[in-house]
């Protein structure tokens, strides 16, 4: 069986909701996809920062999680930090409500497709990447928050060799914070936090 890994990638937030303080805001964000990646199975799960957001990681993960430390916050470079696997998604810290058959279904193409992206409803941008390490020389670097399919595609030998899997929405304005949903389960410490705030969660 293939060793998969699959790493929440803790970047920057550039909005939070009116009167929700923004760390508070990104942590309970990643709290959540962390807790989401808890639940994977057969995958290893690990967290990815920056040197400056290192604190927040050790804050935040479960006891034994890997955490690495990237030049920046991309998934080629947290793709270039994993050593010893044979598959590696890349999440963004946004989606705390995030199916995780999402998740699978971002891995699922990798049996037969170097690479995999799960893209933002709505767009810009993508929720996540997957790659067969090691990572295809012609993959460019992408940015999670403005990629798109069109540009992970740019350098394939082939369109097909980069599967474009199940979409989500990602919480980055007041658009897309009036779709959660709040039958859904998890997401719950953005639920506390909004609700704390007085926002409906």
């Known amino acids: 069986m293939a060793r998969r890994m699959v790493v929440a990638l803790l970047g920057p937030v550039h909005w939070s909701p009116p009167g929700v303080n923004r760390a508070e805001w990104r942590a309970a964000l990643a709290e959540d996809v962390i807790d989401l990646l808890a639940t994977l199975n057969e995958v290893e799960v690990a967290?990815?920062?920056?040197?400056?957001?290192?604190?927040?990681?050790?804050?935040?993960?479960?006891?034994g999680t890997a955490v690495y430390e990237v030049a920046e916050p991309t998934p080629n470079a947290v793709f270039a930090a994993l050593e010893g696997y044979d598959q590696a998604a890349v999440l963004v810290g946004d989606v705390p409500d995030l199916p995780a058959l999402t998740v699978g279904k971002l891995l699922r193409p990798l049996t037969t497709r170097p690479v995999a992206v799960a893209p933002v409803d709505g767009g810009p941008g993508l929720l996540g990447v997957a790659v067969r390490l090691p990572v295809p020389g012609w993959l460019p670097p992408l940015d999670l928050d403005t990629a798109t399919p069109a540009d992970a595609r740019s350098g394939a030998p082939r369109p097909g060799d980069v599967a474009v899997t199940t979409g989500w929405r990602r919480l980055r304005g007041p658009a897309d914070l009036a779709t959660l949903d709040p039958a859904f389960e998890g997401w719950e410490a953005t639920r506390a936090l909004l609700s704390g705030s007085g926002r409906p969660a």
Do not use: C
């Not at 990815?48 to 479960?62: N, Q």
């Open 47 to 63: 967290v990815a920062v920056t040197p400056a957001d290192r604190a927040l990681a050790d804050a935040l993960v479960w006891p």
